[in-house]
């Protein structure tokens, strides 16, 4: 055994964890895999110049690398302690003359839940992985307790968080109280999609559904507030906290009438009276809820409540909100005036950057409206852009470094012919391409929302 310093030990387990992980995460081309293989292999490259072997592995259920053993795993690094232990490795050796790209080969292979003991080991073998040796448990019996990998599908969450909202929403139109367990569940497991990479879960936030507007726009606002929350640097437990109110701002709408509701036009004040209820009601049904907190309870009475706390209820504005509605009531607005209603047409992603502007510091919390623009980038996520190639296409992640060169999927080819399946093209690696245009889609033939799924 080699004696390796704490840190150096520490760091490979970290980004070994975090490749894992963002391998169950993303597809293989996608930024955040590339750029955690990058940091791995370069860490990896620099430990083996320095030893003949290094080893990660399972003893007596502990996570170890060499001489170092990790009593408190972080959340990633359990995940890498459960999954081998669930292929039935006990300890991976790397060699001095693996390559980054065998690397990264392994840990995909480490990530295909079909692969247990012997089979992983010949697939190891088989795509000519030389410098890595995996040993395995003695028995080579453990059981399995690999969970699906799809629970970490931005996609497949989407759909089950707006099918858990649709549920909840039509138990509280039938009058009962539901339980929040579903919903926690499914929040939980953003809250830790969105702590790894905030931008994951952006794209899918931007998915407009008509027919289904208040269950879309309860699932996007509690998107785009635990987006906002990371990027305001809230912690993993008030995210969950965050999410939760998000999802649930609006559930008092299901006791305003639906003539209300969908009323093209203005409302008339009577009509604005009973429509202002929902926050009240809201916050009712929520603290009804069993397991749901006081304070999601609150976020909900409040996030009408402006940040001048000009808003409604007009008889909770000398209440104390905290952040969660001021976080909201941003993520809010924007799901809301990017939306096509009965009475609006929607504003492009950029022109509904610019009208959050025109509210900060009067309906909405400057800051938070900085950080939102910051998140979303250049050009926002769901922007339909032209490329300097004539390539038309939509922004699907912002720009990883700030700048104007997002992840768009490419939607029409140079002559106008729409591309089935679209692709990503990641700009900030294609440094050969750029934005020239933001195209207007109701100019075009281009539904959006099919390329954000
Ligand atoms: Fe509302
Ligand atoms: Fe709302």
């Known amino acids: 055994m080699i004696k390796l310093a704490q840190p150096q030990a520490q760091r490979l387990v970290l980004l070994l964890a975090g490749a894992v992980r963002s391998v169950l995460l993303y597809p293989g081309s996608h930024p955040a895999v590339v750029q955690q293989f990058a940091h791995l292999g370069s860490h990896v490259t620099e430990l083996l110049r320095a030893y003949p072997e290094v080893r990660i592995g399972i003893i007596d259920g502990v996570l170890f690398c060499e001489?170092?053993?990790?009593?408190?795993?972080?959340?990633?690094?359990?995940?890498?302690?459960?999954?081998?232990?669930?292929?039935?490795?006990?300890?991976?050796?790397?060699?001095?003359?693996?390559?980054?790209?065998?690397?990264?080969?392994?840990?995909?292979?480490?990530?295909?839940?079909?692969?247990?003991?012997?089979?992983?080991?010949?697939?190891?073998?088989?795509?000519?992985?030389?410098?890595?040796?995996?040993?395995?448990?003695?028995?080579?019996?453990?059981e399995d307790h690999s969970q699906g990998d799809d629970e970490y599908d931005p996609g497949t969450t989407y759909r089950e968080a707006?099918?858990?909202?649709?549920?909840?929403?039509?138990?509280?139109?039938?009058?009962?109280?539901?339980?929040?367990?579903?919903?926690?569940?499914?929040?939980?497991?953003?809250?830790?999609?969105?702590?790894?990479?905030?931008?994951?879960?952006?794209?899918?936030?931007?998915?407009?559904?008509?027919?289904?507007?208040?269950?879309?726009?309860?699932?996007?606002?509690?998107?785009?507030?635990?987006?906002?929350?990371?990027?305001?640097?809230?912690?993993?437990?008030?995210?969950?906290?965050?999410?939760?109110?998000?999802?649930?701002?609006?559930?008092?709408?299901t006791r305003v009438e639906i003539t209300i509701l969908n009323k093209p036009g203005r409302l008339s004040s009577d009509e604005y009276e009973r429509m202002k209820m929902h926050s009240e009601e809201g916050a009712r049904i929520v603290g009804e809820m069993p397991g749901v907190g006081e304070r999601i309870a609150r976020a909900v009475l409040g996030h009408h409540i402006?940040?001048?706390?000009?808003?409604?209820?007009?008889s909770a504005r000398a209440l104390a909100f905290d952040r969660f509605c001021?976080?909201?009531?941003?993520?809010?607005?924007y799901d809301a005036i990017t939306t096509l209603r009965v009475y609006k047409s929607p504003l492009n992603p950029k022109?509904?950057?610019?009208?959050?502007?025109?509210?900060?510091?009067?309906?909405?919390?400057?800051?938070?409206?900085?950080?939102?623009?910051?998140?979303?980038?250049?050009?926002?996520?769901?922007?339909?852009?032209?490329?300097?190639?004539?390539?038309?296409?939509?922004?699907?992640?912002?720009?990883?470094?700030?700048?104007?060169?997002?992840?768009?999927?490419?939607?029409?080819?140079?002559?106008g012919r729409l591309l089935d399946p679209a692709h990503m093209k990641n700009l900030a690696r294609e440094t050969g391409t750029r934005i020239v245009s933001v195209v207007d889609p109701l100019m075009t033939a281009i539904d959006v929302n099919r390329y954000l799924g």
């Open 67 to 142: 001489n170092h053993l990790f009593f408190t795993p972080t959340a990633a690094e359990e995940e890498l302690a459960a999954l081998l232990t669930n292929r039935h490795v006990e300890a991976v050796a790397f060699r001095a003359g693996l390559t980054p790209l065998e690397l990264e080969r392994f840990v995909e292979l480490l990530t295909r839940r079909e692969l247990l003991g012997e089979q992983l080991v010949a697939e190891v073998k088989r795509a000519g992985i030389a410098a890595i040796s995996v040993e395995l448990c003695g028995s080579g019996a453990t």
């Open 162 to 253: 707006l099918d858990v909202v649709t549920g909840l929403f039509s138990e509280v139109e039938k009058g009962r109280i539901p339980s929040s367990d579903k919903l926690r569940g499914v929040v939980d497991r953003m809250a830790t999609m969105i702590m790894q990479d905030r931008a994951t879960l952006l794209g899918l936030a931007m998915i407009k559904d008509y027919d289904n507007y208040t269950f879309c726009h309860s699932v996007n606002v509690g998107i785009l507030s635990m987006s906002l929350g990371a990027a305001a640097g809230l912690q993993r437990d008030e995210l969950g906290e965050l999410g939760m109110a998000g999802f649930l701002h609006d559930v008092g709408k």
């Open 306 to 314: 402006r940040f001048d706390r000009a808003g409604y209820p007009e």
């Open 326 to 333: 001021d976080i909201i009531a941003v993520a809010d607005c």
């Open 351 to 415: 022109d509904a950057l610019l009208k959050l502007r025109s509210l900060a510091g009067s309906h909405l919390d400057s800051g938070l409206v900085q950080a939102f623009t910051e998140m979303m980038g250049r050009y926002p996520v769901g922007t339909l852009v032209r490329l300097d190639t004539n390539e038309v296409a939509v922004v699907f992640r912002p720009d990883p470094n700030g700048g104007e060169r997002p992840v768009v999927k490419v939607v029409a080819d140079p002559a």
